[in-house]
């Protein structure tokens, strides 16, 4: 696991050109109630906000084809900021893969005047950047009640979405192709048009529990070769 120190995470507010940046001091460990992702209250806009990000990669970055990643994921209900947890390109240079799970507080479980209830998934075209499939999907349950699981499960021909254990319909127009992190962040930009409402005037925490990965490697055409469920890394 690597915390983001200092790096942009999330996209530039297209009000002001507000950016967040990764803060390890937003980063918190709670014994027996794993990470928290926090984005400080209080907060102005007009240059750079902080927020929270950690990712996951593996040897080579993960040097695969496909993966399932599963998180353990409490949602404030807090406005203001995005939660998400996302697979996202290694080669920033020469490919734009990214698959994400985001969620908006304002419309997890209403509607709002931005966006239909629910969760925002999007597949990202990994040989266009700008280009990209994307829908909303209503949560079953309160997601700020307790834990849940969220997942990615990336195949060499299609991902599927997840939300405690049950496939929610998925993006299908792509699909990543090239080797990927594994990232959880946490920010806000105060761009309202994105975010549904201003900059948080008190904490705003989004809590990890646990993230469990299957992964092949690259030189694999299988991601089940040689390996079984209980062999499988808790990180």
Known sequence: MTIVDGWQIGSESEVDGTTAQGSPSNIRFAPGDGIQLVVPGGQST???????????????????TSFVAEAELMMSASPGTCQSMFTFTADFDTSSD???????????????????????LTNHNPEESGENDFMIQPFPRDPTIGYHTYCIAWLDDSVTYGFDGVPWKSPTKY??????????????????AFFQAPMPAEDVIMKAKSLRVW??????????DGCTEADACVI
């Open 175 to 192: 699909v990543s192709i090239n080797p990927s992190f594994i990232i959880l962040n946490h920010w806000a930009t105060g761009d309202e």
């Open 98 to 120: 990214e698959q994400d799970i985001e969620v908006i507080a304002p419309s997890m479980m209403k509607d709002t005047a931005i966006a239909k209830a629910g969760v925002q």
């Open 215 to 224: 992964y092949k490697a690259a030189a694999s055409s299988d991601p089940s």
């Open 46 to 64: 007009g240059g750079e906000t902080t927020g929270a990000e950690i990712y996951f990669s593996g040897d080579d970055d993960f040097g695969m």
